[in-house]
């Protein structure tokens, strides 16, 4: 046909387009609303799983690849089968994998809860920490003022504590934490007095854990004076975690199955039968990922069905759209507007629909990134090239549900438009 | 002859549903109007003279023979190039003026500058070009007003200033004054008076006597067929002077 472009610029159609959405804005709202919502939850999606792919990052670059996570099945309850009662996991067990060949290092955690009181704060259920001098190491914490303890102070058993962020802040004052004022007070746990030798540097929630509200103390402290074990002389103390350190990331399998003969012959019992769980980082990894990404392919289901649904609503309404204005179709056709010039304005009508919904919508997914992100606990990042993509959707959805009605447009007669009421 | 022949048409047939059913509007036309004519066609309804006039406005082609507007056979043209000939060539005025609503008089004008193919022009010039084309339909003060805001004489004097916009070959009315009280009806035939007199192709379908009383010639159609031009007093007068 080679016939010349016709005169309608850009920002004309656009106008028009524009014109059409707003003459009715409570349709045009309502149609949008499966695209405000589909964009949304692309971004939502999106941010999450960005913000899971970052903490999981994280944990990796503060853990290390090559850590493994000794913890007792029943929570330290009871040791089943075997004709002796006591803990599933104790200090001792820690101490025999450290002599494990291919381990580097371990460090022990046995929590307790105590009301802890220093000058006239008094403050209830703290949760301690009682942990070895290997600790700061695995779980990359450092030192803000003052020392970690050390072995010595671990074997004999000194009253010493390292306080987190948070709690030194509560317990002596927001200024504590830069000086030396809290270092070299006391602090009483029940009726021990500990001597505060060293703060921790902020760290934050970590899953569900406050590092900043916690007291460190050798675990010799917690075995003594805090949750004496009637078993202790007979089983050893019980312990709730021990990270096990490898040299090397490639003897970890080793190093496991090691772990688990040595706790099979300390607990007499068939390696099946071990109430131990032994997992390492990329388990955790790996169940923290598939939590994710059920929650992830969710969203993506409600992203790709608002979207086409969203998109249904554009096609419907401009359906009716079409129907309403035949006449004026006929009245640009009979002034010479061609068939493509009448399916560019209805296409351009159902994108304008489309892509003031998609803004919408990602104004929406950015407030709501953010809003998941603080009350879930469950981290969000929103990727700008995520929202190129929700965008892009969008305009995909309007070009594509908005050709019908605009093919339906651009073949209508004429004089049969021109004659409708 | 040294006016240019506007409008020729040799053995034009419309019929209308395929298959059994055979509706024939026009049978045979034989027509022609020249450049400053100012022409009524005439007839009862189902003569043909809509058909006619959606033929002759390049609104639908012939099921038959062959039209040449301004010399250009427009007789097998697809709907895209039909569009752009109306563009180019055409004017329409129609009796329920058909103006966009919720469109100032000013932008109605403008629409078919919109569409236009050839010697494009900026916004401010089409603007430009509109105002001016109100002022000589003497609406110069109603530029801004919505069509709902105006009277018929003057949504009909909006209607001939769109037509005029784009400076078509030949004007067609469609009952121009036939939703107008007759004060405005008789100044909208003033006004095509006045452009016939500048000049101005003009075709008129009306059923009004009085109204084709006032042109140069009148056609009259009855079944789809000629049966009296105005020109030589008899159907098929065209052809003759072909």
Known sequence: ?421 | MARQPIIQTYGIRKVYGMGDIQVVALDGIDLQIDEGEFVAVMGPSGSGKSTLMNILGCLDRPTEGRYLLGGEDVSHLDRAQLAAIRSRRLGFVFQSYNLLPRTTALNNVMLPLLYQRDGKLSTAEREEKAKLMLASVGLAGRIHHDPQELSGGEQQRVTIARALINDPLVLLADEPTGNLDTRSGQEILALLHELHDRGRTIVIVTHEPGIAAQTERIIRLRDGRLESDGRDGSAGGARDSF
């Open chain 1, 1 to 421: 046909m080679g016939l010349p472009e016709a005169h309608v610029t850009p920002s004309e159609v656009i106008k028009v387009a524009w014109d059409g959405v707003a003459v009715n804005k409570v349709r045009s709202m309502l149609t949008m609303l499966g695209i405000i919502i589909g964009v949304a939850a692309v971004i939502l999606m999106i941010a999450v799983s960005a913000g899971t792919e970052a903490t999981i990052a994280e944990q990796i670059n503060s853990l290390g690849a090559n850590l493994i996570f000794v913890s007792s099945s029943f929570g330290g309850m009871g040791r089943m089968g075997g004709q002796t009662t006591g803990a599933t996991l104790v200090y001792d067990d820690a101490l025999a994998m450290a002599e494990l060949n291919g381990v580097a290092s371990i460090a022990v955690e046995m929590p307790s809860t105590q009301l802890v009181k220093a000058g006239n704060v008094a403050l209830d259920e703290v949760s301690i920490l009682g942990t070895t001098p290997g600790f700061p190491s695995v779980r990359d914490m450092t030192v803000t003022s003052g020392r970690f303890f050390n072995e010595t102070e671990l074997e004999r058993t000194s009253k010493v504590a390292v306080l987190g962020y948070g709690l030194a802040q509560e317990l002596f004052g927001a200024e504590s934490v830069s000086g030396q004022s809290a270092i070299g007070q006391t602090v009483t746990l029940g009726s021990t007095k500990l001597t505060v030798i060293g703060v921790l540097a902020e760290r934050g929630m970590v899953g569900d854990t406050d590092f900043d509200a916690r007291l460190y103390t050798p675990i010799s402290i917690i075995f003594k004076y805090l949750i004496p074990s009637r078993f202790a002389r007979m089983m050893g103390d019980a312990v709730r975690l021990v990270y096990v350190e490898t040299e090397s990331q490639d003897v970890m399998d080793d190093v496991i199955l090691q772990i688990e003969l040595l706790m099979a012959k300390r607990q007499e019992v068939p390696v099946e039968e071990l109430t131990v769980n032994i997992t390492t980082q990329q388990d955790i990894i790996e169940t923290q990922e598939s939590t994710t990404a059920a929650f992830r392919s969710l969203l993506a289901w409600v992203a790709a069905v608002s979207l086409v649904v969203g998109g249904i609503g554009i096609m419907n309404i401009m359906l009716v759209s079409v129907t309403e204005r035949t006449r004026e179709i006929g009245i640009r056709q009979a002034v010479g507007a061609t068939p493509s010039d009448i399916r560019r304005q209805f296409v351009a009508e159902a994108l304008m629909l489309s892509l003031v919904g998609g803004l919408i919508g990602v104004a929406a997914g950015v407030g709501g990134s953010w809003l998941f992100g603080t009350t879930s606990g469950m981290r969000t990042v929103v990727a700008p090239e995520s929202i190129l993509m929700a965008f892009g959707s969008a305009a995909a959805v309007g070009i594509f549900f908005g050709s019908y009605p605009a093919n339906k447009a651009a073949q209508l007669d004429p004089i049969e438009a021109l004659r409708h009421e």
